[in-house]
Structure formats: structure tokens, C-alpha cells
């Protein structure tokens, strides 16, 4: 004669379980968001660092940074209408993706600077963080 063995969990292993699975999500969740939040801000730090570079050879082959005339940092991936500028334009500079920093706000840009007039001389790149808007949060800035 076969005897089984009753072989499932009772009701006081499954809630030890629970508890346990409880008391990791409750420590380990914020930190968890946290280090989320921070990749967004790293990557979109990067995103400003290679923007910097695209203006730089845009500024080498054009002879200045685009203007808002030349359609700002949309100038960086579609050749500009102005006569002038689209003849020497040897572009695309960047990849469109990147003119949105990580939470798909668009990333600011000034020629000459207007926010940061006193660390930048020639333009800035700027993203407002998570909520898109001037003074609502941490600001992310680039710039030469």
C-alpha cells in the first residue's frame, strides 16, 4: 500500500511569505523609483552631452549655432530652409529622438543663452525634468 504524503504549504507558511514579500517591496520600492528617476536624469544628461557635440559640428560646418530662423535644435535633423545654410548643411547631426530628453519633454534651447547667461557664452540646452516646466523641478543644462 502507497501512502502520499500531503505535500501543500499551509496557510501559516503562505502568509510568512506574504510578510516577507511585504516587508521587501515596502524598504527596497522607494529606492527602486529612485534609482529609476536617476537613469531618466542620466540619460537625459547625456542626451544634453551629445546635443553639445551635434551643435559644435553644426556651428563647423555652417560657420554659427542654428538660429530660431533655421528652426532651432530641429536644424541639427532636418536641413533648413534658408538658402544659405542648407547648402552647407551636411547633416543629420543627431537622431530625432534625442531633441526630447527621457521623460519626452522637449529639450529647450537658446542662442544666444537666456537663462544661464553667466555660465554659458554662445547657447544652452536645457531640460526641465520630469514635469516640463521652468522652476517646477530639477533642471538638467548644458551649454557653450
Given at each position: 500500500?502507497?501512502?502520499?504524503?500531503?505535500?501543500?504549504?499551509?496557510?501559516?507558511?503562505?502568509?510568512?511569505?506574504?510578510?516577507?514579500?511585504?516587508?521587501?517591496?515596502?524598504?527596497?520600492?522607494?529606492?527602486?523609483?529612485?534609482?529609476?528617476?536617476?537613469?531618466?536624469?542620466?540619460?537625459?544628461?547625456?542626451?544634453?552631452?551629445?546635443?553639445?557635440s551635434?551643435?559644435?559640428?553644426?556651428?563647423?560646418?555652417?560657420?554659427?549655432?542654428?538660429?530660431?530662423q533655421?528652426?532651432?535644435?530641429?536644424?541639427?535633423?532636418?536641413?533648413?530652409?534658408?538658402?544659405?545654410?542648407?547648402?552647407?548643411?551636411?547633416?543629420?547631426?543627431?537622431?530625432?529622438?534625442?531633441?526630447?530628453?527621457?521623460?519626452?519633454?522637449?529639450?529647450?534651447?537658446?542662442?544666444?543663452?537666456?537663462?544661464?547667461?553667466?555660465?554659458?557664452?554662445?547657447?544652452?540646452?536645457?531640460?526641465?525634468?520630469?514635469?516640463g516646466?521652468?522652476?517646477?523641478?530639477?533642471?538638467?543644462?548644458?551649454?557653450?
Amino acid at each position: 500500500m502507497i501512502v502520499r504524503k500531503n505535500e501543500a504549504f499551509t496557510m501559516i507558511e503562505i502568509m510568512v511569505v506574504l510578510f516577507i514579500i511585504g516587508m521587501m517591496a515596502t524598504l527596497g520600492g522607494p529606492r527602486i523609483l529612485r534609482f529609476m528617476s536617476m537613469g531618466k536624469e542620466t540619460g537625459t544628461t547625456a542626451y544634453l552631452n551629445e546635443l553639445k557635440s551635434a551643435l559644435a559640428l553644426y556651428e563647423m560646418h555652417i560657420g554659427h549655432y542654428p538660429t530660431k530662423q533655421e528652426g532651432g535644435l530641429r536644424a541639427l535633423v532636418d536641413r533648413p530652409t534658408v538658402q544659405a545654410v542648407a547648402a552647407k548643411w551636411d547633416g543629420p547631426y543627431i537622431d530625432e529622438e534625442k531633441l526630447n530628453d527621457k521623460w519626452g519633454n522637449e529639450i529647450v534651447y537658446n542662442c544666444p543663452p537666456e537663462k544661464h547667461k553667466d555660465i554659458y557664452r554662445y547657447f544652452e540646452v536645457i531640460s526641465y525634468g520630469e514635469n516640463g516646466e521652468d522652476g517646477g523641478g530639477k533642471e538638467l543644462h548644458s551649454g557653450g
